[in-house]
T-cell receptor, first 112, second 114 residues
Framework: LAKTTQPISMDSYEGQEVNITCSHNNIATNDYITWYQQFPSQGPRFIIQGYKTKVTNEVASLFIPADRKSSTLSLPRVSLSDTAVYYC?????????????FGTGTRLLVSP | NAGVTQTPKFQVLKTGQSMTLQCAQDMNHNSMYWYRQDPGMGLRLIYYSASEGTTDKGEVPNGYNVSRLNKREFSLRLESAAPSQTSVYFCAGNRDNQGNYGYTFGSGTRLTVV
């Protein structure tokens, strides 16, 4: 699995847009980029996945440049409830069994 | 509710005691996993089961054993607990052929070994 690098922590205020960047210089052609969110005292949950360009859902947007060596998770107008750890993972899609390997993630703290 | 259910939610053990953490899923997942998460750290894979009847070691298997009892259940056993095993343990399941997508985690078991 491609190694990922993301900031250890970020701070924001309610109502702001938050962008968390993940570097994955060794991403392979068949790798997808996936983000998980973990609230305190809970297990991680899937929030978004993409291959290239831009993906948007009701929770977040994912921006992936043409070279795919990085990606940016964008959270619009964050609230206190968005305080969580965000994990970036890179790995192939649709290849059968896949172990999920987490890094330390980015700890986002949203303040009033 | 459908999902991944872990029991117990909290446990305190004395050094040397044994216990089994239970995990059950009703999402027809083929693969199941046990992770541990230490304070301020990411999740580390202990053991996994790619399919019913198979188990394999992850990053940090020492001191643990697992059993894939059937497709629904995947248990983690600590034979002789040590303080270094104080952690939060998460069980997860996934359908195959979906890469990093589609993992469902349980709510965790917070284990303290004194």
């Amino acid at each position: 699995l491609a190694k990922t690098t993301q900031p250890i922590s970020m701070d924001s205020y309610e109502g702001q847009e938050v962008n968390i960047t993940c570097s994955h210089n060794n991403i392979a052609t068949n790798d997808y980029i996936t983000w998980y969110q973990q609230f305190p005292s809970q297990g991680p949950r899937f929030i978004i996945q993409g291959y290239k360009t831009k993906v948007t859902n009701e929770v977040a947007s994912l921006f992936i440049p043409a070279d795919r060596k990085s990606s940016t998770l964008s959270l619009p107008r964050v609230s206190l409830s968005d305080t969580a750890v965000y994990y970036c993972l890179v790995g192939p899609w649709n290849t059968g069994f896949q172990k999920l390997v987490f890094g330390t993630g980015t700890r986002l703290l949203v303040s009033p | 509710n459908a999902g991944v259910t872990q029991t117990p939610k909290f446990q305190v053990l004395k050094t040397g005691q044994s216990m089994t953490l239970q995990c059950a899923q009703d999402m027809n997942h083929n693969s199941m996993y046990w992770y541990r998460q230490d304070p301020g750290m990411g999740l580390r894979l202990i053991y996994y089961s790619a399919s019913e009847g198979t188990t394999d070691k992850g990053e940090v298997p020492n001191g643990y054993n697992v059993s894939r009892l059937n497709k629904r259940e995947f248990s983690l056993r600590l034979e002789s607990a040590a303080p270094s095993q104080t952690s939060v343990y998460f069980c997860a399941g996934n359908r195959d052929n979906q890469g990093n997508y589609g993992y469902t985690f349980g709510s965790g078991t917070r284990l303290t070994v004194v």
